[in-house]
């Protein structure tokens, strides 16, 4: 009997290390996900408060055009 009581004592101890390690590592990856999530937030932020300026000098950039005829134009008539 002692020696059955010994042997599951020393079977749970080590499913406890073990089970400590597997939990240990989901702890760092639910802490890497909200680390994520809080940088995502921020850049969220960040596009909707540039969006406008952004959109305005995409605007301003292609509507800006200016037509001119290439130097090379008239070389091979």
Known sequence: MQVEKQAVEKREKEFKAKEA??????????TEV??????????QTYFQQNREEGMDNLLAFVCDNQPEIRENYGINR
């Open 34 to 43: 909200e680390e994520t999530q809080d940088k995502m937030t921020i850049l």
């Open 21 to 30: 390690v597997a939990l240990g590592s989901q702890g760092s990856c639910s």
